[in-house]
């Protein structure tokens, strides 16, 4: 899905939303009645969303079936498009408004509407969280447009699906509690304010309840005065937001075209579970395409997820580049580009920034008054692979590229008294060169006869896995895990730990690791920013291992092995 080129920041930030006072909610008391706020409310609230979508689910099907002139209905009628629009205008819209402002009658509000305005603060689904009784009226009206269509013969396919769309759209719109509607396009049409309405003029209707009535044309409001007088200028100010400055910044990027898909801004279910190849995702194939296109000419980062860490506020920016462009020589300049203006965007930003990469050394000689602090992760990587390794272990295996974290792993064992194996002369020799004459004892080439713990990084062939003996446990150090041919042993995820609860808004998993679990390379950067340790950990600076190691267990992240085993007892 996505790969870690890390970076963290951090800084204190808020973010604008609408905020109801206690004098809101007290008058919301005292005026109108019982909110239902209760026990119950969570099974009311998703009934009073199944209702409407079985009632209208089941209405449709009769309609067409039963209705004369309701099958085999033409692509198009521009007739029926224009009649459609009228008949929303008028009758719709006006006796919604009508029927709104009765609904807001004590007796009726006690009874009936009271349920929707239970969310004081509205979300998308709160637009179809209504009592039966209102799913109801509010069917009949919007049946106008199409009925009447049906039984002049206008109607069609298009007039049919825009209409429905048009409702279920402006409706999640309205209720969505985030003003995104520029203002320059009421300043090139300014009839448009009595046409369309925005979510923070229906907010004021949750918060006031005596204004702001309308269903999604603010023109009824204006002819009977009750538009609330603050409509214009909170719209104004709601589109004037301060931008959040996060306190740590993940810096990662995409690895195959099909992996937006497994972003938050993708597929909400593909997000939530590990990253596995999906099939029908070849059929997305124009999406796709569009999407590698978009990243081709969008040359900047983009957030993809927020989270918060006891007083830290994280955020993880996405680099529109993928894992083979970065294998590309005429890639790398425009790759250093963008991961140094995601640098400098967090210097700006007043944030203090980790990255993960062999560039980041590139960038604190190029940037030396950098206050960002860039933190590649390896020192937490060596530490949760050291940790993982069975206890009582005295030989492994070492394959895969040699990279910075299978240095440091070599080091650490070998010094540590465990024979390092390794099953390649060229790899036996480099490693060799970086070790002790002490140390270089405890590792060995050998091709035969190798230890059943293996550690593995990138590079690691189905060859090498045929040499490894039944019941052998790879354990991989690199960011991307091994491809998995021997069903006879065992695989450990990639260098990562379980976060502990405090960590807040977790809805999607990374990359391939299970919920809730979070890489050492991502981890890394929050605890430098909780620690305060203000140093880099780029190119060949290593942070201290053990030091880390206990960080990470004092701020309630533990090991996903001695997880899995205390799931299992």
């Known amino acids: 899905m996505v790969r870690c080129s890390h970076v963290h920041l951090y800084k204190n930030g808020k973010c604008n939303s609408w905020q109801i006072g206690k004098e809101d909610k007290k008058r919301m008391a005292s005026n109108q009645g019982s909110s239902h706020l209760n026990g119950h409310s969570d099974i009311f609230l998703a009934t009073s969303r199944d209702d409407q979508i079985l009632f209208n689910g089941i209405l449709f099907y009769l309609g067409q079936k039963y209705i004369e002139g309701a099958q085999h209905l033409p692509w198009w009628r521009t007739d029926g498009v224009i009649l459609t629009v009228l008949l929303h205008a008028g009758p719709v819209e006006f006796l919604y408004y009508w029927l709104h402002r009765a609904l807001h009658h004590h007796f009726l509000y006690t009874r009936y509407h009271s349920h929707h305005h239970s969310s004081i603060v509205t979300e998308p689904i709160t637009s179809v969280i209504h009592p039966f009784g209102e799913h109801i009226a509010y069917f009949t009206l919007f049946a106008i447009p199409l009925l009447s269509t049906v039984l002049t013969r206008t109607a069609s396919i298009v007039s049919f699906a825009g209409y429905i769309t048009y409702i279920d759209f402006m409706n999640n719109m309205g209720h969505c509690n985030f003003e995104h509607i520029p203002k320059w396009i009421f300043s090139a049409f300014p009839p448009l304010k009595y046409i369309i309405y925005?979510?923070?003029?229906?907010?004021?209707?949750?918060?006031?309840?005596?204004?702001?009535?309308?269903?999604?044309?603010?023109?009824?409001?204006?002819?009977?005065?009750?538009?609330?007088?603050?409509?214009?200028?909170?719209?104004?100010?709601?589109?004037?937001?301060?931008?959040?400055?996060?306190?740590?910044?993940?810096?990662?990027?995409?690895?195959?075209?099909?992996?937006?898909?497994?972003?938050?801004?993708?597929?909400?279910?593909?997000?939530?579970?590990?990253?596995?190849?999906?099939?029908?995702?070849?059929?997305?194939?124009?999406?796709?395409?569009?999407?590698?296109?978009?990243?081709?000419?969008?040359?900047?980062?983009?957030?993809?997820e927020r989270n918060i860490f006891k007083n830290l506020k994280l955020q993880t920016w996405a680099i529109p580049k993928y894992s083979i462009q970065y294998y590309m020589q005429w890639q790398r300049e425009s790759i250093n580009s963008v991961i140094e203006d995601a640098i400098l965007d967090a210097e700006e930003k007043g944030v203090k920034e980790e990255g993960l990469n062999r560039n980041g050394e590139f960038f604190v000689r190029k940037h030396p008054q950098l206050k960002v602090k860039l933190v590649d992760g390896s020192s937490l990587a060596v530490a949760v692979v050291l940790n993982s390794i069975p206890k009582g272990t005295t030989q492994v295996v070492l394959r895969g590229n040699l990279s910075k974290v299978a240095y440091s792993l070599a080091l650490a064992l070998c010094k540590g008294g465990i024979?390092?194996?390794?099953?390649?002369?060229?790899?036996?020799?480099?490693?060799?060169?970086?070790?002790?004459?002490?140390?270089?004892?405890?590792?060995?080439?050998?091709?035969?006869?190798?230890?059943?713990?293996?550690?593995?990084?990138?590079?690691?062939?189905?060859?090498?896995?045929?040499?490894?003996?039944?019941?052998?446990?790879?354990?991989?150090f690199s960011q991307f895990p091994p491809k998995k041919t021997r069903k006879d042993c065992l695989y450990n995820n990639t260098p990562a730990m379980l976060a502990p609860k405090h960590l807040e808004n977790v809805d999607s998993c990374e990359n391939w690791l299970p919920r809730r679990v979070m890489s050492a390379w991502r981890i890394a950067g929050v605890l430098h920013a909780m620690e305060g340790w203000n140093v880099h950990e780029v190119g060949n600076m290593m942070f201290d291992i053990e030091k880390i190691w206990k960080a990470s267990l004092d701020h309630g992240f533990r090991p996903v092995t001695s997880f899995a085993e205390s799931k299992a007892n």
């Open 419 to 476: 024979q390092v194996f390794t099953m390649r002369e060229d790899e036996y020799k480099k490693l060799k060169e970086k070790l002790s004459d002490e140390a270089g004892n405890n590792l060995i080439l050998s091709k035969h006869n190798v230890p059943k713990t293996w550690l593995v990084g990138d590079g690691l062939s189905e060859d090498d896995q045929q040499k490894a003996s039944k019941g052998t446990i790879f354990v991989p």
């Open 198 to 304: 925005t979510p923070s003029y229906h907010s004021l209707h949750h918060t006031q309840f005596r204004t702001n009535y309308s269903l999604f044309m603010p023109f009824y409001d204006y002819v009977y005065g009750t538009m609330d007088k603050s409509s214009d200028s909170l719209y104004e100010s709601s589109l004037v937001r301060k931008e959040e400055s996060p306190d740590v910044v993940h810096l990662t990027h995409l690895t195959t075209p099909e992996s937006i898909y497994h972003l938050r801004l993708g597929f909400a279910y593909l997000a939530s579970e590990p990253h596995k190849s999906k099939w029908y995702l070849w059929l997305m194939w124009p999406v796709t395409l569009w999407s590698t296109m978009v990243t081709r000419i969008y040359g900047r980062t983009f957030t993809i």
